[in-house]
Structure formats: structure tokens, C-alpha cells
């Protein structure tokens, strides 16, 4: 099992409920699946560039005209994304960490996406059979798990949840769409009195996505790689 962690969390961990949530989860996995393979990708220690126009032009351009040929400024400017993508292409599982900020992720988490998510990297667009474009995946990720701490308490569809939304709708668009999250709300100590509470209840939680995950690697993707 290959496992993509991605980090998007300044705070050091004792500091970070959603990087107590990601050990929980992966010192669990690893202690039931030993062989799983971690790569740890911390944002804040190498971040991702905004997306320019010449990396937007050297990532996009071929989608919309085939006859492009990427220069040098171009090439540059998309390496960051393409030893990236070669991770997530590498992956079987993806694990997101970070918090909630302004009702959304992180911006360097977004800056990430758009490095990551590109037509060449980590999937292809082309026509179906009947000559409707399609995007194609290149990875084989199975499963996305997220753990997210926020200060403000949020239930399931809520309109102020940007975060999660932002997630799957840009992880479907190539082909991903199992994502389980634990989430440690109510994290702001001002407002929610039982916050420490909150915080161990979503750390179980991550807890039982690693038993969960070791046991169908074990029981069913073990028979087949």
C-alpha cells in the first residue's frame, strides 16, 4: 500500500489537533499494515508556487491545442507539479491534513491542487466512442481520508463548509470520489467548552478509518497486487 500524505498545517504538532488526527491515523495503519509505503508531503516545508501563466500554459495548453510545444520557461515553471503528480500518481491512498480557515482550506492547500490536478499529469482528456470528451484518470488512488480540525462546529451539508466541498468536487473531476473524513470540530477552547472531548472523539474516529482501511487492504487489495 502506497499512502500520499499531504500536509497543509504551519503549527507544530502538539500545537495542531489536525496533525494529531493524521498520527493517530497513520501510526494505527502502520502498525497493522507495516509494509504500507508513507510519503509525507508538508506544504509549509516545500511549498507549492501559485499557478502562473507559463506553468498554466505548460500544463493546459496541449489540452487545448495539440501542436504546442512547451518551452523552457514553461518547463520550469511545471516542475514542481510534476514530481507531485508523480506521487499522487504513485499513490493508493491520498490523506489530506489540515485546518479550517474562513470556511475553506488553506490557500497553499489550493495552490497544491493546482499544481497536481492537470491534464498530462494526473489525467488525460480525450474523446469517448462517441466523440464526447472525457478525462481519464493516470492515478489509482482508491480512497481519499481527511482529517480536519476547525474552530466553529459544522454539521453534514452545511453551506458554510467550503472545505470539504472544495475537495470533492475537484477530486471526482478525476475520477475520485471516496473520500471519509474525521473531522475535530468545535475546536476554539472561547466557545465550545468540550472541545477536548470533540478532539478525542474525532481522533477515534481516525482511528477506526486506518482499522477500516488496513482491513480491506488485507482481506481484498493484498489478493490482487
Not at 141 to 152: F, K, P
Request: hydrophobic share 40%; charged share 25%; aromatic share 8%.
Amino acid at each position: 500500500m502506497n499512502v500520499l500524505h499531504v500536509c497543509a498545517n504551519p503549527k507544530p504538532t502538539e500545537e495542531s489537533v489536525s496533525k494529531q488526527l493524521s498520527i493517530a491515523f497513520i501510526t494505527r495503519l502502520i502498525e497493522q499494515v507495516p509494509e504500507a509505503e508513507i510519503n509525507n508531503v508538508d506544504l509549509y516545508q516545500d511549498p507549492p508556487p501559485h499557478l502562473s501563466l507559463a506553468a498554466w500554459r505548460g500544463l493546459w495548453q496541449a489540452a487545448f491545442d495539440p501542436n504546442h510545444k512547451i518551452t523552457k520557461e514553461e518547463q520550469k515553471a511545471t516542475e514542481y507539479a510534476r514530481g507531485q503528480a508523480k506521487l499522487f500518481n504513485q499513490a493508493d491512498v491520498l490523506v489530506l491534513t489540515m485546518p479550517m480557515w474562513n470556511f475553506g482550506p488553506p490557500s497553499i492547500f489550493k495552490a497544491w491542487l493546482d499544481q497536481v490536478l492537470a491534464p498530462g499529469l494526473t489525467f488525460d482528456l480525450g474523446p469517448d466512442e462517441n466523440g464526447t470528451v472525457r478525462v481519464r484518470p493516470k492515478h489509482k488512488i482508491r480512497r481519499v481520508i481527511l482529517l480536519v480540525a476547525s474552530g466553529g462546529v459544522y454539521h453534514e451539508g452545511d453551506a458554510r463548509d467550503g472545505l470539504t466541498r472544495t475537495i470533492r468536487s475537484a477530486l471526482e473531476f478525476v475520477g475520485i470520489e471516496r473520500v471519509q473524513i474525521a473531522w475535530a470540530d468545535g475546536q476554539n477552547p472561547l466557545f465550545y467548552g468540550d472541545h477536548e472531548f470533540r478532539k478525542q472523539t474525532a481522533i477515534e474516529a481516525a482511528q477506526d478509518l486506518a482499522d477500516e482501511l488496513a482491513e480491506e487492504f488485507q482481506t481484498s487489495w493484498s489478493a490482487s497486487q
